[in-house]
């Protein structure tokens, strides 16, 4: 009788869905090297020229997009910052891009990166 026709209808309750999403850590450590973007003129009258950049890093997955701290004046910045991203399709690549910050002008792509999160394992650091 009825307790026949709850257990069926219990039966044909969908499940629910297994969240296939996890957060994703990075730890970004520092630069080497970087590509010199901005000259100044430094010293009396100007005579002096110095080549920097004030490199910041961008990480983007899915639409959503993190950033560093900017490092001023330096080719071999550190900056030891832990980002994190929600992942919610593994087969999205991270787009990473490092970047001179300008504080007249537009900002300029120093270099860029695509990183698969494939072969990512959870709870496994990857360097």
Not at 70 to 83: A, R
């Amino acid at each position: 009788g009825k307790e026949a026709e709850a257990k069926k209808r219990k039966q044909n309750k969908p499940k629910p869905k297994q969240s296939q999403e996890w957060d994703l850590s990075i730890k970004l450590l520092s630069g080497r090297n970087l590509v010199a973007k901005d000259t100044v003129a430094e010293g009396t009258y100007g005579t002096t020229f110095t080549h920097s950049s004030d490199p910041y890093v961008t990480l983007t997955l899915g639409g959503v997009t993190v950033r560093s701290a900017t490092v001023e004046k330096d080719l071999n910045p550190t900056w030891n910052e832990e980002l994190s991203l929600r992942v919610t399709d593994r087969m999205q690549r991270l787009v990473l891009f490092v970047m001179d910050e300008d504080k007249d002008d537009e900002d300029d792509a120093m270099g860029k990166a695509l990183v698969s999160l494939l072969d990512l394992v959870e709870g496994v650091p990857k360097a």
